[in-house]
């Protein structure tokens, strides 16, 4: 079964379109990692400089080593700045 990550991203004020496309250049690289199976990008209408990252990994093995890329090497040095506070939230899929 999948793991349902969802990554919530606080730009800083007014930050949020340049962070937005930089996601849109950058996160080809993520959909090509191993165990990616998808990622959308959605904006909170209340709060414009809120992003969420609705991503599906095949495990958290996947989404873990995923991190651990792009804490390093993968980094996204563009992103400095632009972004203010980070939540990550991990869900499981169940037969209902």
């Known amino acids: 079964m999948s793991l349902l990550t969802l990554l919530e991203l606080q730009a800083a004020e007014g930050k949020a379109d340049e962070a937005i496309a930089i996601l849109a250049k950058t996160l080809g690289d993520t959909r090509a990692r191993h165990g990616c199976e998808s990622v959308t990008v959605h904006r909170d209408s209340a709060n414009p400089d809120t992003i969420l990252l609705v991503e599906k990994w095949a495990s958290l093995a996947d989404d873990e080593a995923y991190r651990a890329w792009r804490a390093g090497d993968g980094a996204v040095h563009e992103m400095v ?10 869900f499981d899929d169940v037969d209902a």
């Open 81 to 90: 700045g632009l972004i203010v506070g980070m939540s990550i939230r991990y």
